[in-house]
Structures are given as structure tokens and as C-alpha cells.
């Protein structure tokens, strides 16, 4: 009986504290763009994505960020974009804020009009769409979702 209450008296001054983890932060989201083939990728969560991209600014710099062309660039001559993933989404206009007005099929290739000033969305000639605001995303989240292909200089 001794023994018992003295092993109860032990094991009640070694009682162990567990300290809780450190918090966490939630990393923001990155912007990468490539200079020559002006491929933009996302990395990050969706919250936000309305296909805009952030303007680039020197480090160091107290200059404001550029501003982004206002007209969007052309195509080549004889430039088809290639639908790589199922289901992509043809929009109004570029950005996911825009009205879906097709589904496009995987491996499918349509005409390829122009980019927009991000070169992140691509107008293209589809042929259920007769206002020619067809536009699909190259990337959404980082995962290719359509690729221009026979672009002639």
C-alpha cells in the first residue's frame, strides 16, 4: 500500500507538457512568367484568379509597375492552338470572370487569333461562337490547358 501511494505521488510531479506546434503560414501566391516565350504560370490557390497577373517591378525599385500593352498582340500567319486537356472552357472574353460559351474536347485544334496583353489567354476561332470572343486560358493553376502550335514568324 505504501509502495502504491508513493508511485502515485511519482508519476503526478512528472506529468508532461506537450507545447502546441508552431503556426503556420499560408504562402502567397506566385507569378512566374518565362521572357521569351511569354508563357504566364500560376502557382497558388484559386482564391483571387481572374487571369490577371501582377506587373513586374525591379527589386530595389521605388519606380510604380509597369503598365501592360493595351492592344492585344496578334497571331502568326497559320498558327492552331491545340487543346491538350478535356473540358477547357471557351470564355466571352479572357478571364475566368467572363461567360462560358463552349466546352472544348482534348486534341482538338482551332484557328488562333490573338493573345491578351498578359499572354496568358488566347482568343481563337471556334466555330459555335460567331461574336469571335472565344477566348481560353493557356493555364489555369499550373496546368497546361491548351498550346499554340505551327506559329510561322
Not at 59 to 76: F, H, I, L, N, R
Not at 109 to 128: A, C, S, T
Amino acid at each position: 500500500m505504501l509502495l502504491a501511494a508513493a508511485m502515485l505521488g511519482l508519476a503526478s510531479c512528472t506529468q508532461a507538457t506537450v507545447e502546441p506546434p508552431p503556426p503556420t503560414r499560408t504562402p502567397d501566391p506566385l507569378y512566374v512568367q518565362a521572357a521569351p516565350t511569354k508563357e504566364v504560370v500560376w502557382v497558388g490557390s484559386e482564391a483571387g484568379s481572374q487571369g490577371e497577373q501582377p506587373s513586374s517591378v525591379s527589386p530595389g525599385s521605388d519606380s510604380p509597375p509597369a503598365e501592360p500593352a493595351s492592344t492585344p498582340v496578334p497571331a502568326p500567319e497559320k498558327c492552331v492552338l491545340v487543346v491538350v486537356q478535356y473540358g477547357v472552357k471557351v470564355r466571352s472574353g479572357p478571364g475566368i470572370a467572363n461567360a462560358e460559351v463552349a466546352r472544348l474536347e482534348a486534341n482538338e485544334e482551332l484557328p488562333f487569333l490573338e493573345e491578351n496583353p498578359n499572354g496568358d489567354w488566347f482568343r481563337i476561332q471556334h466555330p459555335d461562337v460567331t461574336s469571335g470572343q472565344a477566348w481560353v486560358a493557356g493555364t489555369y493553376t499550373g496546368t497546361e490547358l491548351t498550346r499554340k502550335v505551327d506559329c510561322s514568324p
